[in-house]
Every structure is written in C-alpha cells, then in structure tokens.
C-alpha cells in the first residue's frame, strides 16, 4: 500500500523519468563570476516539474529546454537550473534578469488596477499565472513541513552560511501585512527562490 498520496507519484516516480543532466560550465561572457557553491534546486518544490511550471520558474521558454522535453514530459529542476543560469550569463546575470521579471510583473499588475478602477489595496489582486496541480499541492499539503527548510537560525545559533540557490520566478499577490499596510508579496513566501 503506498504511504503517499496520488499527486505526489510524479515525484516518486515519473514516467518516463526526466533527463537529468550534472554538468554545469560557467558562461565564459559571464560578466561577474559564479560562486563557488551554487544551489541548484529552489526552496519550497521538489521533484520533477511540468514544461510550463519549469518555463515559469526560470523564465526560459519551451524552446530552450526541448532536448529535455523529448526525453520526458517531466523536468528535472536542478538540470533546467543550469540551463537557465548559462543562457542568461551565469548566477549573477539570472538572478538580475528574474529581479527585473519580478519588478516588471508588479508594475503590471499595479497598471492594471489602476486601470480597472479598483483599490490599489484590492487583496485578490495576484499573478495571472498558475502553477500546475503538483506544485499547488506541495505548498497546501497538511504534511509538508519537509518542503520548507529553517529561515532562522535556532535560539543561542549562529546564522547558517549564505547559499548561492539559483533565483525562480514565483507568482505574486497582494496582501494585508496588518498596521504595516499591503504590499505584493511572492508566494509561497517573500524573498523565496
């Protein structure tokens, strides 16, 4: 009897399995150089992902992945990391890129506030973009602690070393923050990659 539930088979076992590929070479033209250590996999998703959701994440399109895609329907999210990161000039260079995709999403969704007469601290206001059932349901599952790793350090600790994880480009919505007012706030969680 298996001890998972039916959406997370594509996890455990996808089918046919994603092309997984461990090489990485930094961009010769990279104009800042790579860490040392890079985290190849984002906070709050594992296993594979689908084309669009992996499309979204590292703002690639699917032309760019499809030797990967003929291989499988599913991808494998630190081999579509590495991709990402050498098409857009290295760490640095896709990491600026989704910064600037986060600001260009925010001043559209503003626009279009502003031109559909709502308030501006409208709380259903959030991307146009959806993620596939399989993420949704790893960021809603009652047991998904596993997902998140510490944000803080414990009590007496000191603060963990900083990781270099590779930036992904999750869906905004605007939130009450309470006596701090509303503000656009990536989900899962501000500041995430």
């Known amino acids: 009897m298996p001890t ?28 800042t150089p790579d860490p040392e250590k890079i985290v190849w996999k984002p906070s709050k998703i594992s296993g594979p992902v689908t084309v669009k959701d992996a499309c979204r994440l590292y703002s690639i399109t699917p032309h760019d992945i499809q030797d990967l895609l003929a291989h499988s329907k599913w991808i494998d999210l630190s081999t579509v990391a590495k991709r990402a990161v ?26 279009q506030i502003r031109a559909s007469n ?60 309470g006596d701090y007012g509303c503000e656009w706030q990536w989900m899962p969680d501000w500041g995430s990659f």
């Open 4 to 31: 998972h539930a039916p959406w997370q088979e594509h996890m455990i076992n996808p089918q046919p399995p994603p092309l997984k590929i461990e090489a990485y070479n930094s961009p010769t033209n990279a104009a």
């Open 86 to 111: 050498a098409l857009h000039g290295g760490f640095s260079a896709h990491e600026e890129l989704l910064h600037q995709r986060r600001d260009a999403e925010e001043k559209a969704l503003y626009a």
């Open 118 to 177: 709502h308030i501006v601290t409208d709380l259903n206001s959030k991307s146009h973009f959806r993620f596939s059932p399989f993420i949704h349901k790893q960021w809603t599952a009652p047991n998904d602690s596993y997902l998140y790793e510490p944000m803080h350090p414990g009590l007496g600790g000191s603060a963990p070393p900083k990781q270099h994880r590779v930036a992904v480009l999750y869906p905004i919505k605007y939130v009450d923050q």
